[in-house]
């Protein structure tokens, strides 16, 4: 079975172990991810505050590509990527000029007749049907589930999962053998894009989802976002001196810690690329 | 040759526009006089074969014209007028019956400048595509299938 | 052959300055059918009337067309003037010569023109007209109402005071409602308890009203004046005659841990249960689900400690038919529940309650006896959060209108915590403060300055527990969006008011409408606020909208007045403008091929099916039928009749052809 996938930037660059467990488990179900030929930047974040058109035609391009190559679903792992895609696909149904304007700029057909979707739900379409008899080695940990600011926003627009207090990605951890905890802070802003130009911020922000996890024994925090990935663990120094201690508590892609479940192997898995030692 | 008086049929709600036109009368707002108001209790009532005997009777124009939506008087029998129009103008260009010449509207109690404007504008537009009787004489059935709309 | 008089109007000058109505008279007095055509200065003045009423009887006149102003104005005038004088009143017709066509019109030929067509239509639509007789219709002079809590009690005490009989029914073991769950009342603070549980015992004890509790309406069919109900009285597992209500059953009753619906679950009752001291009436029912003996198969004590023998268990629901003639309708609102708000943690932290629980903790009669104790751990709370629109004038939420009490309860609340844990801190988070009303803005003032309420504009965007308190986390928008985090003790919700369960079922068992959030909809939302579109039925209180106490006994008075206004008349007389379907001799006995369209078009619910038997009670054919006394005459099913086999009086087929073809048609 093929699957379209768009990796976007992150996957490419500072998440490449998000694609290497990404793809390492769709393979483990023999799902093919064919990438999608000559694909550009989704936009994120700038575009949509500069342009609006530039920012529709760009995932639009994206999507566009995606027909030709006569695919009907598109995986999507980045957050950021896939709220964009979402977006514009609900931007140019509703706005028929708005779509001729982006084709004629793109110069590529657009109908929308792509099917976004982003890691959770594919998990949960393909793999979790079938990952009962696969599970040599339950993640039998406790988990906090990170959703971050855009897996599940707007509402509107993905209908996907509810805004305030998500269940999707604990519902999929308990599948794999983890304990999901109660905590406060899923969808708190990790600091995102002031990863690089404050991350003093990024410290107080991400130290705060960080603390509550620790304080609540999280063994690991699940995540399913570059961005989010990349604050709380490439930023775990500015975390720390914000919380005044060494927290070591790991942060795993989902993909990471259902291949772990599977029993696929750490390095397979791109388990060795995080700065905070992956222990569980 | 004197210039071309339509006449024009007006199928209008006892509430809403029958009330609308007294009004455009009390507030003494002139319009052309080629109309004839017929009242019926709701536009919910009126049967749209009576529009095609209109025409075919020699009627240049109709117009219909009744509470706006969410006033009825009975609730709801201006939406069934407007759900019936919407079928009807689908059938009246099938059978060759020109629609620009029915004109649907809605016309409160407290818009007599407005059915003024209604009677004025529809009486310019038959005027200006003539007789019924003329488009009769040049109306064929259509050769290829119509667009239903 | 019709005889049809004309007379034409010259209105003073307003019509004959335009318009020649000699000619007009002249003109129309030689077709066919007219028998005498006339015009005069003023029609409507006496000698006008005489001129009509000699005609009528000196040329036996069969119709009578007056072209004069609309008739919107005179039609009732001048068909007064036929009925006087021996003539049907629907036989007169008024052509509008004045508001169509004098006044719109310049002088000249095609004005004159245009009032003879005016005139020719109503005389050729004349001579389709029929007598017709207005309807009357009985009124039974009983109302029902629906629901016991402050409107319901109003409206039966003001309808049993006006000498008429009143069923009132509620679904709960007692009547009093959700008033009898508050503690104090805004602006007043006097206990709610004080001044309503005379009203309950007045209700109990008025000879003109019958009280069945633990009741519901089953069915309702009928109309305006004579409606027929069935209404279920749902087993109580008692003789209510033999009960004293001593209430030994409901102390000895082993199952004692069920959570009490009076005390929003804050405390517990028995199986065998009065939900509270105070109820009207004072006697218990068995909840059949909790009931051991019911869910188990033994048990029983309660019939043996009880000693009056009064339990019957094999006791079943009784359905009770009754007619009335007019219906209020005061079922009043419930408050939205878990898992509505995951962000507030409201079902996952006990701390975290409704404004309708904090009415039960303090309440002198409540769990705590008053006392502000929070439900987890009994500790008095040194810090207690309120959050305004938890739901309302949220469109997120589907809920984007304002609920309308909380602004004036949490004000209340936040006083009654300031009066009763004076070394407590107190903190609302609002959006705007709405409090329209008498005393209302002073009473909110007084709960900030003179109790020292904290109260932060911004919405709280999550709760949670950590270390035994509940961080509330939130914004202060009047200091530049400032986060804000609240430790508190206890978190109190003014949830959103919404409609109740199974609003919807009961809005359609009584042929009554509802807006978007199934709360019931009023006629008209300023001149009509207690009628319904459903003639005979009215609302009071929060089924409407949600309304706070002075509203809904102002609203139970209202409707109450309109079910008085009903009753003062033995019969009710109509227009008889109403829909009648054909009926004709056998063996087509109608042109109606029962196909029923009509009936999905009445907005009114006035189309049923007759069935049509022979003599040995076989089934011919079935065929709509028109109810007259719901019929209001519109006409929707008129234009939706394929066999044109449903007519309306007044508008017929007939009369509205024979317009169009007089317009149309030159004489």
Known sequence: ?????????????????????????????????????????????????????????????????????????????????????????????????????????????????????????????????????????????????????????????LKFDREEDPQSMDALMLKAGATPIDWAFKTECCGAGLSVSRTSSVGRLSGKIMGDAKDRGAEAIIVACPMCHSNLDMRRDAINSYLGEKVDIPVLYITQAIGLAIGLDRKTLGLQRHFVKVSV | MAEFEPKIVAFVCNWCTYAGADLTGTSRIKYASNVRIIRFPCTGRIDYMLLLKSFDEGADGIIVSGCHPNDCHYTSGNFHARRRWIMFRSLCDFIGIDTERIKFSWVSAAEGAKWADIVNSTVASIRAKGPYTDYKKVAKYPEKEVNHG | MSKIGVFVCHCGENISSTVDCEKVAATVGKYDGVAFSVDYKYMCSDPGQSIIKNAIAEKGLTGVVVAACSPRMHEPTFRKVCAEAGLNPYMCEMANLREHCSWVHEKGEATTEKAIDLVRILVEKVKYNQSLNSIKVPVTKTALVIGGGIAGIQASLDIANTGHKVILIEKDPSIGGHMSQLSETFPTLDCSQCILTPRMVEVAQHPNITLYTYAELESLEGFIGNFKAKIRKKSKSLDEKLCTGCGLCTTKCPTKKIPSEFNEGLGNRTAIYVPFPQAVPNKPVIDRIHCTYYTKGKCKICEKVCPTGAIRFDQEDQIVEVEVGAIVVATGFAVKRPDFFPEYGYGKYADVITGLQFERLASASGPTLGEIRRPSDGKIPEKIVFLACAGSRDPAKGIPYCSKICCMYIAKHAMLYQHKVHSGKSYVFYMDIRAGGKMYEEFVRRAIEDDGVNYIRGRVSKIYEKNGKLIVSGVDTLLNAMPVEIEADMVVLATAGVANEGAEELAQKLHISYDPYKFFAEAHPKLKPVETNTGGIFLAGSCQAPRDIPESVAMASGAAVKVAGLFSQDELTREPIIAVVNRQAAPVYSSCVGCFLCVSACPYQAIEKEEIKNRTGDLIKSIAKVNPGLCQGCGTCVAFCRTKSIDIQGYTHEQMYSEVMALLNEY
């Open chain 1, 1 to 157: 079975m093929t699957l379209g996938f768009y990796p976007g930037c992150s996957l490419k660059g500072s998440s490449r172990e998000y694609a290497e467990s990404v793809l390492a488990v769709a393979e483990a179900f023999d799902i093919h991810l064919e990438e999608i030929k000559d694909w550009n930047c989704c936009g994120a974040t700038a575009a949509h505050n500069m342009n609006k058109e530039l920012s529709l035609a760009l995932p639009a391009r994206i999507l566009s590509l995606a027909e030709k190559q006569g695919l009907t679903e598109l995986v999507v792992p980045c957050a950021a990527c896939y709220s964009r895609l979402t977006v514009t696909k609900h931007e140019l149904s509703e706005n028929p000029a708005l779509k001729a304007v982006v084709t004629e700029a793109n110069d590529l057909a657009y109908t929308g007749s792509v099917n976004v979707l982003n890691i959770v739900q594919m998990l949960d379409k393909y793999i979790i049907p079938n990952l009962e008899g696969k599970v040599v080695k339950p993640f039998d940990h406790k988990v906090a589930c990170y959703y971050g600011c855009l897996l599940v926003r707007p509402h509107e627009i």
